[in-house]
T-cell receptor, first 115, second 114 residues
Framework: GDSVTQMEGPVTLSEEAFLTINCTYTATGYPSLFWYVQYPGEGLQLLLKATKADDKGSNKGFEATYRKETTSFHLEKGSVQVSDSAVYFCALRSVSSGSARQLTFGSGTQLTVLP | EPEVTQTPSHQVTQMGQEVILRCVPISNHLYFYWYRQILGQKVEFLVSFYNNEISEKSEIFDDQFSVERPDGSNFTLKIRSTKLEDSAMYFC????????????FGQGTRLTVV
């Protein structure tokens, strides 16, 4: 079945540091890929997405590129801020029949950015 | 901006009691979902709902669980007889159409079974 493997946390960085959170996946066919973010006390918010190979999703300075050859969707940001402190979830949505709409999530990575 | 709303934000219940978690999806959305996250674990799919019936469900979604859309706005998850292991954060989500890749999530209900 589908699965997402995500870099384990917690990750602690200083403000303005470079961020990478690794994500790899296993899926049938060509899934859509997502990063969701959960700020303290809030729900899951879509951060960015990519629906086909070589697509780059970007939002709020975060980027991730859909790499079919390495089955990866790593999240990056060049300069993190204290306000980026949150839990980040990699997820996929398979387009094969029978699981066309549900999301499969990774385990989440807690990011703490220190001033 | 439209959003998915869940109530209550936190519910404590005794083992064996029935609980109903409530969600108001975004108004023009057609697909509705429940996910849960046991503390420290992955977010797991429970069930999807479309056109007034379940379209998919996971192995977790056994006979103790049921979903309902009792009116045009609410979407509920009922757990008939709660167990300690049902303690988790429950997320409701909705998406507008079949082709949509994006699901919009609520803030979650933290269920604690004691």
């Amino acid at each position: 079945g589908d699965s997402v493997t995500q870099m384990e946390g917690p990750v602690t960085l200083s403000e303005e540091a470079f961020l990478t959170i690794n994500c790899t996946y296993t899926a049938t066919g060509y899934p859509s890929l997502f990063w969701y973010v959960q700020y303290p006390g809030e729900g899951l918010q879509l951060l960015l997405k990519a629906t086909k190979a070589d697509d780059k999703g970007s939002n709020k300075g975060f980027e991730a590129t859909y790499r079919k050859e390495t089955t990866s969707f790593h999240l990056e940001k060049g300069s993190v801020q204290v306000s980026d402190s949150a839990v980040y979830f990699c997820a996929l949505r398979s387009v094969s029949s029978g699981s066309a709409r549900q999301l499969t999530f990774g385990s989440g990575t807690q990011l703490t950015v220190l001033p | 901006e439209p959003e998915v709303t869940q109530t209550p934000s936190h519910q404590v219940t005794q083992m064996g009691q029935e609980v109903i978690l409530r969600c108001v999806p975004i108004s023009n959305h057609l697909y509705f979902y429940w996910y849960r996250q046991i503390l420290g674990q992955k977010v797991e799919f429970l069930v999807s709902f479309y056109n007034n019936e379940i379209s998919e469900k996971s192995e977790i979604f056994d006979d103790q669980f049921s979903v309902e859309r009792p009116d045009g706005s609410n979407f509920t998850l009922k757990i008939r007889s709660t167990k300690l292991e049902d303690s988790a954060m429950y997320f409701c989500a909705s998406s507008p159409r079949v082709e949509s890749t994006e699901a919009f999530f609520g803030q979650g209900t933290r269920l604690t079974v004691v």
